[in-house]
């Protein structure tokens, strides 16, 4: 279900129609919808000791769950902390079986909506997408801009400094709230997103509020290994895709590289597109192109 509603974009340009998520926070936290999120955790993980566990009392913990999530009780416990090289070093933080399951079950329903309102040329962590997609549109862009091979053509690869780490929840968690108009759904999400705090990992950082209340005790970062944090920073930078792509006018771009004929424009880019994200989304551009 999907709502239309009247605002402006945190990047300016005028007043344009918002679509809205038309679904209810029972939604989510129905047992048809949790039950339906477990499936997807244990697939591949049933060896798993903290998933065998959970499974052992499945309905009874799943119930349980429900209950805090319909009261409004649940808290989010802490993460388990490691390393991977994929390909670079990364830091990644594993939440509880039990805290995975209500990632599943928000992503479960949130990311059909999202998914809809990003530009088409946004590849990272979307379904049936992916980096050789990725690839294949870039070709497809040089082969247009190069007009066959023929002329030579500019490519403008940007990065976002420690991406993960430079999500500012509070702009997050507003941006969110712009798309879904029930409190309590914007509060489990604030709760996931205000669970993390990289910095301060073996600190409380929650307090006792009411459901449909937006509290975030950390100003920055999200869990790299959370489901949820693959869909909310797309839904993050797909502030400034849609700026790049509808206010900027940039023709040739997927999320980080565009194209143009000629240097000096994309080294202009540069400045103006650092500062408005700066500006806005609390992040820092990089040139990669030297």
């Known amino acids: 279900m999907i709502r239309s509603s009247t605002g402006k974009s945190r990047w300016g340009g005028g007043s344009a129609k918002r679509i809205q998520f038309g679904h209810s926070y029972d939604t989510i936290i129905s047992v048809e919808n949790l039950l339906a999120a477990w499936k ?5 993980k049933k060896g798993k000791r903290d998933v065998q566990e959970f499974q052992h009392s499945l309905m009874d ?22 390393k991977i090289s994929d390909p670079k070093p ?3 933080h594993k939440a509880t079986v039990r805290d995975r399951l209500v990632h599943h079950a928000i992503y479960r329903r949130l990311y059909p909506f999202f998914d809809r309102t990003f530009i088409a040329d946004s590849y990272s962590c979307r379904k049936v997408k992916g980096t050789h997609k990725a690839m294949n549109r870039f070709r497809e862009f040089a082969y247009k801009v190069s007009k066959n091979h023929t002329k030579t053509a500019w490519v403008l690869k940007c990065d976002i400094r420690k991406f993960f780490a430079s999500i500012d929840q509070k702009i997050l968690l507003g941006i969110v709230a712009r798309h879904i108009p029930d409190a309590r759904i914007n509060a489990l999400i604030a709760e996931v997103v205000g669970s993390f705090c990289s910095h301060r990992q073996n600190a409380d950082l929650h307090t006792t509020v009411p459901i449909g209340t937006i509290v975030c ?13 693959q869909l909310l920073v797309n ?18 771009y997927k999320r980080t590289a565009g194209l143009d004929k ?4 994309l080294q202009s880019y540069v400045g103006m597109l650092g500062h408005g994200n700066t500006q806005n989304l609390q992040s820092t551009i990089l040139n990669k192109n030297g």
């Open 262 to 265: 000629e240097s000096p424009t």
């Open 235 to 252: 839904v993050y930078m797909n502030e400034f895709d849609q700026f790049v792509k509808h206010t900027f006018k940039a023709k040739y």
């Open 90 to 92: 990364r830091d990644i």
């Open 217 to 229: 005790m950390c100003k920055k970062d999200v869990p790299l290994g959370n489901l949820t944090s």
């Open 40 to 44: 997807e955790i244990v697939r591949g």
């Open 61 to 82: 913990n799943i119930l349980a769950l429900r209950m805090e999530l319909k009261e409004g009780t649940y808290k989010h416990g802490g993460y388990h902390a490691f």
